[in-house]
């Protein structure tokens, strides 16, 4: 799973079946052409499907359609291996990234020639930049064994190959230069000492990567740290001998989308495309746990608890990013002093609320926050990562603001920071004092934001989750899961009665309870059991609800809505006129505050500790159709005046 | 692996490789059936082939290929 994270760009969403057919139809209008290639490129795509992108890319180039808004960049490619399949990947991987990238090709094994030959088909080109993608093979790096001066030389004769090559192309095409580490061969000469040993393989290999390192450090030439991708997913994967004997591949092709997007990201990063400011979502991602429902002593954010490092881990990553320049914020599900708490109160926070540029906590939908984050700081959708660990939400995001990017995340937190490092949005070619000091730049600017309108179609986003709610009423199955729920929930709950799973059982044959268990199922998977509720006739006609509650993890699906409908439903066939709901406050609850108003009920009463009574006619009620299969199962109906 | 499978899943392979949602691998298939199949997409092939079934081929396996049926052998041996 670790290692793959990286060769299956995991952050990436995987591709849809119908990709061939998507790619088939997308030149079909040249309307937004350059934003739909690009939102094509967006895929976790292999290397056929890469080559099928590049080739449609080629298509509307070549019948001079716009590519706009897509930055153009032209990149030469000096190489001394099979060029055939990395190419198309890379033209297509930099779609993903917002530039329109057009490769041009050296002759195979034409490297130092292409360079210096002022006539040469990449100086003629005149291209942005030129990709020096050699390997060791192509250096006459000869090993040295035990001889300190002959090693020094022979790096030296390297590094000064690589100079001539800078300059050829600087001098005959204004080009920069993209230079690439060298990754070393997994196969070792006497073991460890090859580590030890001046001459052996290893250490030339790393005195050349540093060398390299220093010689575009402060110019504009730039560095792929081609060694460290290699190293990260194991330089056994990476070199495949097998593949190097069949075609010349300089590594395994399964790695070529890997080695894309690291390619792409660095001429995103020259174009000034890197992402800026990281949102953060708060449950289960900087902390484990709902601070609404489990509470200051409840989350995980410890040391000495898995779980809990996991989520500092994830802390310690945004923290060394707000470091070198990445603004952070926050956007969260919650009440604004109840996410604040932890920030404020636990000592084991390592995020401060100083380190926060903006923190939007409500009960707005998340596409509409970032938005107003964006606003905010002035700084556009594009500078954005948001990292959830909801699917729905990131879902919703990804649909309604697709300029930001959302990594996709394993389900274990262990695994988040990692993830968010492997997706590269915060890849940099330069670094400056300026940099250190522009988180605290944008802090000072940042007030509280005001909120907007929705930022989108939510409702087209809910009807693509094709969800499927369940109405049951109380029964021996889910006997336990009700009365967790009913002790448990504290934020999305009117009344917080709290009763024992005996007092549960007995509301099951009650004949004065109405009971309502309730699950919801999307294209993500079933949520299980997400609200109950408990009315109780108080008299022939009245329903008084006693406990309406549901889990915050399906917030802003239209969920309570679908609940009222199924309510008034079974109300009007047990010939209730009127139904009362109740709100008690707490110190957890100010969430629903106005639920029965946004229900259509009206206000009847209020007491001094803050609780409201709110009435609705059950023949007057007119609630929203909401875009969910709805089943109601196991219900008996009650003759009238049975109470 | 039933033979057929490998047929449905060699097929799924090519048509991926070629783009062409008609081609089907039948055992009888060559390279010169196929104008685009040339010597670069072979390669992609069978690396396509070598991840789809998640094996392996050597380099005398790969050169010793005459057609579909060979290279169904070659995986059945494998899977």
């Known amino acids: 799973m670790s290692s793959s994270i990286y060769a299956d760009l995991f952050w990436l ?49 070549a019948d001079g359609m716009s590519l706009a808004p897509l930055t153009p960049f032209r990149l030469g490619v000096l190489s001394n291996s099979t060029l055939d399949f990395i190419v198309p990947a890379l033209e297509a991987t930099a779609l993903r990234h917002g530039i329109a990238l057009e490769c041009i090709k050296a002759d195979y094994g034409q490297v130092i020639q292409a360079a210096l030959s002022p006539d040469s088909v990449i100086n003629r080109a005149m291209p942005d930049a030129v990709l020096v993608a050699v390997d060791l093979r192509y250096l006459p790096l ?7 001066e002959a090693a020094a030389a022979a790096v030296s004769g390297v590094l000064q190959h690589f100079q001539a090559i800078r300059e050829g192309v600087r001098n005959n095409s204004g080009a920069i230069s993209i230079l690439q580490t060298l990754a070393p061969l997994p196969e070792s000469l006497f073991g460890s000492f090859d580590r030890v040993l001046p001459g052996a393989p290893r250490q030339l290999i790393d005195a050349v990567n540093r060398g390299l390192a220093e010689s575009v450090y402060g110019t504009e030439d730039v560095l792929v740290d081609v060694s460290a991708i290699a190293e990260t997913v194991g330089l056994a994967q990476w070199h495949s001998p097998a593949q190097w004997n069949m075609a010349k591949l300089p590594f395994a092709d399964e790695l070529v989308p890997l080695y894309a997007d690291y390619v792409a990201r660095t001429i995103a990063a020259l ?22 429902d489990d ?157 907007q309108n929705q930022a989108g179609d939510i409702d087209a986003y809910l009807a693509s989750l094709k969800m499927e709610i369940t109405f049951q009423p109380f029964d021996r199955t889910g006997r336990s899961r009700i009365a967790q729920l009913i002790n448990k929930s504290n934020q999305y709950n009117l009344t917080t009665h709290r009763y024992t799973e005996a007092e549960v059982a007995a509301a099951e044959t009650d004949p004065r309870c109405f009971t309502l268990q309730v699950r919801l199922a999307d294209i993500f998977g079933d949520n299980g059991m997400i609200s109950v509720v408990i009315c109780r006739r108080t008299d022939p006609k009245v329903w008084e609800i006693d406990t309406w509650l549901m889990s915050c993890r399906v ?34 609850n100010q969430m629903v505050e106005g639920h029965y108003r946004s229900l259509g009920f009206e206000q009847i009463g209020s007491e001094p500790d803050g609780s409201t009574t709110w009435k609705l006619l059950v023949q007057e009620a007119s609630v929203v159709e909401t875009a969910m299969l709805v089943r109601s199962t196991g219900f008996e109906t009650v003759e009238i005046g049975n109470i | 692996m039933e033979s057929t499978e490998i047929y449905d899943r060699l ?51 790969v050169s010793n290929l005459k057609n579909v049926a060979d290279l169904a052998k070659v995986i059945q041996s494998k899977v």
């Open chain 1, 555 to 588: 917030l802003g699906r239209k969920v309570q809505e679908a609940v009222l409908r199924e309510i008034l439903k079974h109300a009007e066939g047990n010939g209730i006129e009127e139904l009362i709901g109740i709100y008690k406050p707490t110190d957890r």
């Open chain 1, 142 to 148: 000869q090993s040295t064994l035990g001889n300190q």
């Open chain 1, 295 to 451: 509470g200051l002593e409840g989350i995980k954010v410890a040391q000495g608890d898995a779980a809990g490092e996991a989520h500092l881990a994830v802390q310690r990553m945004a923290l060394a990013l707000r470091e070198r320049g990445v603004v952070l914020a926050v956007s969260s599900k919650n009440n604004d002093d109840v996410a604040r708490k932890p920030f404020r109160e636990h000592p084991e926070m390592l995020l401060k609320e100083d380190h926060i540029a903006v923190f939007q906590a409500n009960w707005n939908d998340k596409a509409t926050n970032i938005k107003a984050i964006a606003e905010e700081l002035s700084l556009g959708l594009e500078s954005f990562v948001f990292l959830d660990d909801n699917p729905v939400e990131r879902g919703l995001v990804r649909e309604i603001l697709p300029q930001v990017a959302i990594p996709e995340l394993p389900d274990d937190p262990a695994l988040f920071s990692r993830t968010l490092s492997a997706a590269g949005y915060f890849e940099a070619v330069t670094f400056s004092s300026e940099d250190l000091k522009r988180a605290d730049y944008y802090q000072d600017n940042a007030r509280r934001v005001t909120l």
């Open chain 1, 13 to 61: 969403p995987k591709s849809p079946e119908n990709f061939s057919s998507l790619c088939r139809s997308v030149l079909e209008d040249d309307h937004g052409l350059g934003r739909r290639l690009q939102g094509l490129a967006k895929y976790a795509l292999n290397g056929n499907q890469l080559g099928r992108l590049a080739k449609v890319l080629a298509k509307a180039r």
């Open chain 2, 11 to 61: 097929t799924k392979v090519f048509r991926e490789v070629f783009d062409d949602d008609e081609i089907v691998a039948r055992p009888d298939l060559t390279a010169s059936d196929v104008e685009e199949w040339d010597s670069l997409k072979h390669v992609r092939l069978i690396l396509s082939v070598e991840n789809a079934f998640k094996v392996r081929f050597s380099a005398s396996e």
């Open chain 1, 271 to 292: 174009r000034g495309k890197s992402r800026r400011c990281l949102v953060l979502d708060l449950d289960n991602t900087v902390w484990g746990g709902v601070i609404g």
